[in-house]
């Protein structure tokens, strides 16, 4: 293991690994907590998904032979084109991504795990500010050198919560450049006196109601615990889910999703609509914690009643969450339009990055035109919005 000394009192040690299972399971937990959304598990059923293209980096870093921070990371080559082609004023990137492939599908090194789970990953564990200091100094230094490295265009940041922005943007120097991020939609859930969709606008109970009739008409649910035999079809309407809304880096495989059945038997589960000829349409794999319910994967069959299928699909989570007694759900990152006029709030989050001048500029740019801007208005009565937003508040959410 490697040591550095930013001082003449104290010196701190460090060491990558390429594997979870090179970490204690009790340092992880001494670092991120018991949580399922960080936890040791989650992890092995990344890395045992053998994702094509990516590869995994661990910091370790102890301070007086005690662990003071896991910085866990991964690489892969980022999609320039698909994110930002589809935007009218980046259109002319697809007809020029034959030129320089490095340049339109550069390599990443970002921090967090190889899924979209809405959850930090820098924590540092300190007794004094001088401690603290010097394991920012390393923190700093080792993603520069990794970065440099594996031959990484960027170092990457995501899912920072406003409430903890301050916190991580000191944790880095200078270089690092911060923006605001799309936003994580949250949907709280009431108590038994105050089930769905009661709190909502008019207009938004007109809504779920017409749309729960068409689906009703048309569909019917399962909910499934044991999802091993549908990990292949999964598979499969990943890639249609991804390709209608190419904002997402990570693409799910079936080893993923049966490691996750393996992983966290008691605590995923999927809800499945068939139409009435029993194929499949929609599946949406959930992960239970105590408080929350969270979604880990989307898929849908794309057709011409894809709106109706999506709002259904957020409906039939509320009513699970409702029934186990969950607190809110969180809904990530994308279709913010319809998750929020169906209930659901938006948490402002942040990311950054570390890169050279030149790509510093050209992210700048890119980041300026396709970041979303415009906030849909709240589906609640102006009552039942001041409850909910307390509510959400009190959990550390902060909305916009």
């Not at 006196?193 to 569909?219: A, H, I, R, V």
């Amino acid at each position: 293991m490697a040591s550095v000394a930013f001082s003449s009192n104290s010196s701190i040690k460090f060491k990558w690994c390429n594997s979870i299972r090179l970490i204690d399971i009790s340092e992880w937990e001494a670092v991120f907590g018991k949580r399922d959304s960080k936890s040791y598990n989650l992890f092995l059923a990344i890395e045992d998904a053998n994702f094509k293209g990516v590869g995994f980096h661990y910091l370790k870093i102890y301070n007086k032979g005690h662990i003071a921070s896991i910085v866990p990371c991964f690489d892969y080559r980022f999609d320039l084109i698909g994110f930002a082609s589809n935007k009218k004023p980046f259109r002319f990137l697809g007809k020029m991504q034959k030129f320089s492939y490095d340049f339109f599908y550069p390599r990443m090194l970002v921090i967090g795990p190889y899924i979209s789970n809405n959850e930090n990953f820098i924590e540092i564990i300190s007794d004094t500010e001088e401690d603290y200091r010097e394991i920012r100094k390393v923190i700093n230094l080792k993603l520069k050198s990794k970065k440099k490295e594996i031959n990484a265009r960027f170092v990457y940041i995501t899912n920072i919560r406003k409430n903890e922005f301050e916190k991580i943007k000191n944790i880095f120097n200078k270089k690092f450049s911060f923006y605001r991020s799309f936003s994580n939609a949250i949907l709280p859930i009431g108590d038994k006196s105050t089930p769905y969709p009661f709190g909502l606008k008019d207009e938004n109970k007109q809504q779920y109601e017409n749309s729960k009739k068409q689906f009703d008409q048309n569909f019917y649910w399962e909910v499934v615990s044991d999802f091993s035999k549908y990990a292949g079809l999964l598979e499969k309407l990943e890639l249609k889910i991804l390709y209608k809304f190419s904002k997402s880096y990570e693409t799910q495989n079936s080893s993923f999703l049966t490691n996750i059945q393996k992983r966290f038997p008691d605590q995923s589960f999927l809800i499945i609509a068939k139409d009435k000829c029993g194929q499949i349409r929609v599946v949406n794999l959930l992960l239970e914690e105590k408080d929350k319910l969270f979604s880990l994967y989307y898929g849908i069959k794309s057709m011409e009643d894809d709106e109706i299928l999506y709002r259904n699909s957020l409906y039939k989570t509320i009513e699970i969450a409702e029934e186990r007694g969950k607190e809110y759900i969180e809904l990530g990152g994308m279709i913010h339009e319809l998750k929020v006029q169906s209930g659901a709030f938006l948490d402002e989050r942040y990311a950054g990055f570390y890169t050279s001048p030149h790509w510093k500029l050209i992210t700048k740019r890119v980041l300026k035109r396709c970041l979303p801007s415009a906030i849909p208005p709240s589906a609640y009565t102006k009552e039942a919005e001041d409850k909910a937003i307390e509510k959400l508040q009190a959990k550390g959410f902060c909305m916009h």
